[in-house]
């Protein structure tokens, strides 16, 4: 007995494989080209990561107006001691294309805790993020501020919670910050 296949079936199931191919090669490709746009900045992390010193860090708030970003800034997430994933979302007038146009720094430290519940009982998780903004010209603390992310509004039933991906608020922050051409003065 010979088994005859519909063409149409064949061509169908080539379509949809195809097509679950092309979506993950896209999907993949996206994230390979978010890591390598990280990876230039990589060689210089001792320089981004070196602690100031002699200078306490009093700053945490300032009123608005009072503090400015100079320069390009680069984003280390300082518990992971890499570049963090904010590079690749920042505003174009703040994401350098190479280390010599970085003039601010920001240490970005997020701790994960338990925040509320959900319907099905699994436990919310939010993020609590200090970010520590540095004159890396000087390297001298210029201000530190802290934010609240999540939990997610909505998680997938029988799925464990993680904390809220803190990116967008982060970004958000940075946008409400005005720019300078210079250092500031303190």
């Known amino acids: 007995m010979k088994i005859k296949i519909s063409p149409v079936l064949l061509w169908g199931n080539v379509v949809i494989?195809?097509?679950?191919?092309?979506?993950?090669?896209?999907?993949?490709?996206?994230?390979?080209?978010?890591?390598?746009?990280?990876?230039v900045f990589e060689p210089a992390m001792a320089a981004y990561t070196k602690r100031p010193t002699g200078q306490p860090l009093v700053r945490t708030s300032l009123p608005p107006g009072s503090v400015s970003i100079a320069g390009k800034l680069m984003p280390v997430d300082i518990i992971e001691n890499k570049i963090s994933p904010v590079l690749n979302d920042l505003p174009e007038?703040?994401?350098?294309?190479?280390?010599?146009?970085?003039?601010?720094?920001?240490?970005?430290?997020?701790?994960?805790?338990?925040?509320?519940?959900?319907?099905?009982?699994?436990?919310?998780?939010a993020n609590d993020c200090t970010l520590t903004f540095i004159d890396f010209a000087t390297?001298?603390?210029?201000?530190?501020?802290?934010?609240?992310?999540?939990?997610?509004?909505?998680?997938?039933?029988g799925v464990a919670a993680k904390p809220s991906d803190p990116t967008e608020t982060i970004i958000n922050y940075i946008a409400g910050i005005p720019r300078s051409a210079q250092s500031p003065p303190w």
């Not at 494989?17 to 990280?38: Q, T, W």
């Not at 390297?139 to 039933?157: D, R």
Request: glycine share 14%.
């Open 139 to 157: 390297n001298s603390y210029l201000w530190k501020a802290s934010i609240t992310v999540g939990p997610e509004k909505y998680k997938e039933h």
């Open 17 to 39: 494989f195809g097509g679950v191919l092309i979506v993950g090669a896209v999907i993949g490709g996206s994230e390979f080209m978010r890591e390598r746009e990280r990876e």
């Open 93 to 125: 007038d703040l994401k350098p294309k190479s280390t010599d146009e970085v003039r601010t720094i920001l240490w970005i430290s997020c701790y994960g805790h338990p925040s509320g519940t959900y319907t099905d009982g699994t436990t919310g998780m």
